[in-house]
């Protein structure tokens, strides 16, 4: 079972706990979201920093260093937490793995610059975060409760009260699936979009195929996840008239042509054995464009890289 199908869119012109508590942690993740962010991230009491309003992320991030944030440009040793995409977190602005992809994605795949109109929905960074995207470009964060991630603008995804053509980048991590009707979604962000914009889409991807939760999910902000979704997301995007291309690593890459499982250890929410057929077997691995190679990937925290893909879905024009 999937999302419900409408007809086609007509043409628009200091890592703070004991190392017994990490196991838990990965475990938990889906459900612990921003507490475990909170719990595992920076330390208690900190207002994590933001990124320099004077550095544009136009500009190349500084070289060498064992690690660095695609956010906030933090150098160091190493990210706080273990590799994993909620709980790697950047000890400076709080950026986690899914964070810095998406950072790293917008800076890959768009002609950035203080022109461009920006909205993101229900962003994880805090005030700082947002004062420094403002200063950037013509940013607007949004939430459809302004309940767990207050931003600029209450819009409800499913019916959005902006005109068509009005917006150049959507950047939307880990909310479609708390939605229950996502072809309006879709539908409604490809009409804000302006020919030529890009909407920077992540969701957990934990399986193959999209299917509902077999048992009732929710987050810790309370919100309930109507959709596990898998490779076939990329499909319905096209069906909406997006131009899609499905952008990860070079490990995940190389995984899939080599026919090989590189991970040992895995983290046990992600089926992993299921996302790899499922690209073999279905000519996902064609959609797969890769944007960090090993080293990038280590640097940034791209690892393991089954935890890390973001559809880039842009509008012709």
């Known amino acids: 079972m999937g999302p419900t199908r409408r007809r086609a869119r007509r043409p628009q012109p200091r890592w703070s706990l004991r190392a017994r508590v990490r196991p838990a942690a ?119 409760d302004q309940r767990s991630h207050a931003g600029h603008l209450r819009l409800d995804l499913q019916a959005i009260e902006l005109p068509d053509d009005c917006v150049d980048v959507v950047l939307c991590s880990h909310v479609l699936e708390h939605v229950r009707d996502v072809d309006k979604v879709l539908s409604e962000l490809r009409r804000v979009l302006a020919p030529g914009g890009h909407l920077l889409l992540q969701v957990p991807v934990l399986q193959g195929r999209t299917s509902p939760p077999a048992a009732p999910e929710v987050h810790a902000d309370a919100t309930p996840v109507h959709w596990r979704f898998g490779l076939d997301l990329t499909g319905r995007l096209r069906e909406e008239g997006f131009a899609v291309d499905l952008l990860g690593t070079e ?67």
Do not use: K
Request: hydrophobic share 40%; with cysteine; net charge neutral.
């Open 26 to 144: 990965r475990t938990a993740y889906r459900r612990l979201g921003d507490l475990g962010r909170r719990l595992l991230g920076p330390g208690a009491g900190a207002a994590p920093a933001g990124p320099d309003p004077e550095t544009p992320p136009w500009l190349p991030l500084p070289p060498g260093g064992a690690a660095t944030c695609t956010v906030c440009r933090w150098q160091g040793d190493a990210f706080d937490g273990p590799a994993h995409v909620e709980l790697s977190v950047c000890p400076r602005c709080g950026a986690n793995g899914r964070d810095r992809f998406l950072h790293w994605c917008l800076a890959r795949r768009v002609d950035l610059g203080p022109h461009l109109r920006v909205i993101e929905c229900s962003p994880r960074l805090g005030p700082a975060y947002r004062a420094a995207m403002t200063s950037w470009f013509f940013y607007r964060a949004t939430d459809h």
């Open 251 to 317: 490990e995940l890459a190389a995984a899939i042509r080599s026919g090989d499982d590189p991970w040992g250890v895995r983290a046990p929410e992600f089926d992993v054995p299921d996302l790899l057929r499922t690209f073999r077997t279905t000519g996902a691995a064609d959609d797969l464009v890769v944007v960090a190679d090993d080293a990038a990937a280590r640097r940034f925290g791209f690892v393991p890289g089954y935890q890390f893909l973001t559809w880039d879905c842009r509008v012709p024009g």
